[in-house]
């Protein structure tokens, strides 16, 4: 008799650096866990990373991007207080001007040196990642692994 295995897996998510002006747009959270965040959430069941990573930023901050590289995945288990999820990370471009919606209470635009101080989940490292990779130094990720 074939024993019924319950597999508890990640869950999938897309963050999205979004460049406006040699600015990045972040949103501050609606909801726990509260903070500054890159743009972005769960993908959907028969969605793409891609597909999820625009419907995202277009929910949250009423852009149009265009992807321009997937940058890293993240998949420290401990990276989302609420479950265990990998994150592919993109970076795009837009030039429209964004506006909170969906579950961002705010956003903002910022450089390197003018991050908020309450960064949600690993996007402190993440950011910190991005912009050592905008500097030209390596995109590989010195943190989570």
């Known amino acids: ?3 019924n295995k319950s597999y508890r897996n990640p869950v999938p998510t897309v963050d999205t ?3 406006i002006e040699q600015k990045i747009v972040l949103i501050e959270r609606k909801n726990p866990p509260f903070g500054w965040a890159i743009p972005g959430g ?3 069941y028969g969605e793409s990373l891609e597909t999820a990573a625009i419907r995202e930023a277009k929910e949250e901050t009423s852009l149009d ?3 321009v590289e997937q940058f ?3 998949s ?8 265990h999820t990998v994150s592919t990370v993109y970076i795009a471009t837009s030039n429209g001007t964004p506006k909170a919606a969906d579950d961002a209470k705010n956003l903002g ?3 390197e040196g003018e991050l908020p101080s309450l960064l949600a989940f690993d996007h402190g490292g ?3 990642d991005y912009f050592r990779y905008k500097k030209g130094e390596s995109k590989t990720s010195i943190f989570s692994y």
């Open 1 to 3: 008799m074939q024993e």
């Open 76 to 83: 420290a288990p401990n990276r989302d207080p609420r479950q």
């Open 126 to 128: 993440i950011l910190n």
């Open 17 to 19: 650096i979004i460049e």
């Open 109 to 111: 635009l910022f450089m």
């Open 72 to 74: 890293h995945t993240y």
């Open 65 to 67: 991007i265009i992807l």
């Open 42 to 44: 769960f993908v959907d």
